[in-house]
């Protein structure tokens, strides 16, 4: 089959991981990028070997002049409604960077967009696509520890991006916690039933907004889920996936710096090979928008299915704010 040719929106920092990631990919092209800003968009053209007859500042002007099949876009979240209509208007899918949108109803607006326009919409949930997520899914799936009981998740990170994060009301819980409630939801393979939030500022905090949570999630299969993470941790750092324990009914399974072990109390703790993969993170979500559309289904990760995840982050938000017990959708 022909390489699918993309059209890209947003050339910032995540962006450049995109051209990158799709540099030599064998579904598809980046034919060309658009970028409201002139300065980052000829730099990341000129990195990329882009033309610069193929770069544009003006979204509509791409659409219009280019012939391309599907829309990545890695804007920021204020404007994931706004291009992907414009791309779902223009006769292309779109793969989106998450989160779908900044708020529920222009996430639920896309996804009834895409229907309208039978056109289909991947939400790039990379932190799934990894030998690591992949590995943990796989022992979780097959009981290894036995019944899942209870999660703990711990994310401590402090990173100084500066830009849009830094001005959101809830940084975290939007821009980075989606990562791990969709993580929790591929893990148990469950969906939420409610949530209790604290969400907080610690007094040195660099955010606007609040960029620390403890928060837990009950699933509908039983299974009890703390979440505790910041953005502002100094001195000790865990990884971007976060430290996660599942307790479950005849032992235990850590990730600690992103590696895996299995104990069970009685037996020496095991450390698990990861699995290894051709394509992760944004080349296999690429490679599975290519896939589904061969195959004329839905891809994993689909906009759709991601109402769910993003729905975990809009309930956490509202239950901080209300300071009680919220219901998931
Ligand atoms: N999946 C991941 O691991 C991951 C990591 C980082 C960022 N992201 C996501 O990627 C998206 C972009 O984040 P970033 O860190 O690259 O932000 P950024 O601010 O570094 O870059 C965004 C770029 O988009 C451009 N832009 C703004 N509006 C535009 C429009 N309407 N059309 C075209 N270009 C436009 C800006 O000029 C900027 O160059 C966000 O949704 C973010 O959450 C995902």
Known sequence: ????????????????????????????????????????LHRQAACYGIEKNHCYTSLSEALEKEKADILINVTPPQFHKEVCLQAFEAGLHVITEKPLADTMESAQEIVKEAEKKKKKIMVSQNYRFTPWAWTLKDILAKKTAGRTGYVN?????????????????????????????DLMRFF??????EVYTKSYKPDWSWFKG???????????????????ASWVAGGIETTWNGEWRFDCSSGTLLSRDDRIFLGSGTEKIEEIKLQSFNLTGQQYTFHEMAQALREKREPETNAKDNLKSLGMVFAAIESAKKHRVVKCA
């Open 153 to 181: 998740v711990l994310f401590q990170k402090g990173p100084k991006f500066g830009g849009f994060r830094e001005e959101m009301p809830y940084p975290l819980l939007i821009d980075m916690s989606i990562h791990h409630f």
């Open 188 to 193: 148990l393979n469950s969906d939420p039933v």
């Open 210 to 228: 609040d960029p620390s949570v403890n928060l837990i999630f009950v699933f509908k299969n039983g299974v009890v889920c703390s979440y505790n």
């Open 1 to 40: 089959m022909n390489k699918l040719k993309a059209i890209q929106a947003g050339a910032g920092g995540f962006g450049n991981a995109w051209l990158n990631a799709m540099k030599e990919h064998p579904d598809g092209k980046v034919i060309a990028l658009v970028d409201t800003n002139k300065e980052t």
